[in-house]
């Protein structure tokens, strides 16, 4: 396999950044407290970026996840404040779990920016039958009770994918954030630029998504961690060139600080570790038509994703020196994404022991 996008996906990305830049700066975004939606209307009405990966015939644009990586992977560059992961994940569950009836109704609202999704999972626990937190009943229809979060971009959200175990399964259900039963508490975020949220339910009507095979819940997550890790690497990319600008123009003994040694092998093992994640990211999302390859890239991409952004954001902050711990710089900004990313469906230890065991290790 050949890794090196086309020329179509090479002018998505350059377009998009282009676009950002303009729309998103990082100066707005300690103002949008999270969420643009003026701004997440035009990506989705403008641009189609919540359904990149999605057929045609229920209103995506047709193309494939590799399109949606390059994607998270400029939102992720500029932290962009808008609930993309959080659609696009209810998204991909709808597509993947949902029956015929249950796509084409569900999915157009949330391709074209009307309604925003998230889906309620944020670790191991949530989709494990043994220690899932919310359960199904029947009551004159499907009822949900539990608790579960935090939720990317919750307190926005018109729509909840939420899984629930029930007769010793998982499945996944809608549940309207407006119905009765829900209730949707803000929670602080370590990350301002991403909102969170937990979700309680008590007897909540609920529909569920039965289409799919027990698989599908996996191959689900399996997808969001191959775009988390795109976002990831967009982000390490921004903390690199972020310090090698600084390194050139900020002085010390009449010199560049980039010519000190210690900030030129920081750099360079930046790089390094960008190169290892790139390379892995492409290959997640080139061949996630493949379950089989899918489910080794996915916790392999995830996993090398979230330690190379941690260590860009945490070098990035030493290279730049005491002016990165205020309040003020952007970088701090990057390091929150970084950490809290980080541990979205399980940190970086758990993806490698997955890893493990789907090998056979």
């Known amino acids: 396999m050949e890794f090196r996008y086309s020329t179509e996906q090479n002018d998505l990305r350059e377009s998009l950044s282009g676009f950002l830049r303009d729309a998103?700066?990082?100066?707005?975004?300690?103002?949008?407290?999270?969420?643009?939606?003026?701004?997440?209307?035009?990506?989705?009405?403008?641009?189609?970026l919540a359904g990149l990966h999605i057929p045609l015939e229920y209103g995506g644009a047709g193309g494939t996840?590799?399109?949606?990586?390059i994607v998270f992977a400029e939102l992720g560059r500029a932290l962009t404040p808008v609930p993309l992961a959080a659609t696009t994940f209810a998204i991909e569950a709808v597509?993947?779990?949902?029956?015929?009836e249950q796509r084409r109704r569900l999915l157009k609202g949330m391709l074209c920016g009307e309604q925003i999704g998230a889906l309620a999972v944020a670790g191991p626990d949530d989709t494990d039958p043994s220690t899932a937190p919310v359960r199904a009943d029947w009551h004159d229809g499907t009822v949900l009770t539990g608790r579960c979060g935090p939720v990317l971009h919750g307190h926005v959200a018109d729509l909840f994918i939420v899984p629930a175990v029930a007769d010793g399964a998982v499945t996944l259900h809608v549940v309207a954030a407006d119905a009765p039963g829900v209730t949707v508490v803000s929670q602080p975020s370590f990350d301002i630029t991403r909102p969170i949220?937990?979700?309680?339910?008590?007897?909540?009507?609920?529909?569920?998504?039965?289409?799919?095979?027990?698989?599908?819940?996996?191959r689900l997550i399996d997808v969001a961690r191959v775009l988390l890790a795109a976002e990831m690497l967009g982000g390490a990319e921004a903390?690199?060139?972020?310090?090698?600008?600084?390194?050139?123009t900020r002085k010390q003994f009449d010199r560049p600080i980039g010519s000190f040694q210690a900030v030129k092998h920081a750099c360079a093992e930046m790089l390094i570790e960008i190169d290892a994640t790139r390379a892995a990211v492409m290959y997640a999302a080139m061949s996630a038509a493949n379950d089989d390859e899918l489910r080794i890239a996915g916790p392999l991409a995830k996993a090398q994703a979230a330690d190379?952004?941690?260590?860009?954001a945490g070098s990035a902050i030493q290279v730049h020196g005491g002016i990165a711990f205020t309040w003020e710089h952007d970088l701090h900004l990057y390091f929150r994404r970084a950490k809290t990313t980080q541990a979205l469906f399980g940190g970086s230890t758990h993806h490698r022991r997955l890893l493990a065991d789907r090998i056979g290790l």
């Open 65 to 69: 996840l590799v399109e949606s990586a």
């Open 197 to 218: 949220a937990r979700l309680e339910l008590t007897q909540a009507p609920a529909e569920a998504l039965s289409a799919g095979a027990p698989d599908d819940v996996e």
């Open 95 to 100: 597509f993947r779990t949902g029956d015929e």
């Open 24 to 48: 998103a700066p990082l100066s707005g975004l300690r103002a949008s407290a999270g969420h643009d939606a003026a701004l997440w209307q035009r990506l989705c009405s403008e641009l189609e």
């Open 239 to 248: 903390c690199l060139a972020m310090s090698a600008e600084y390194a050139c």
């Open 308 to 312: 190379t952004y941690t260590l860009c």
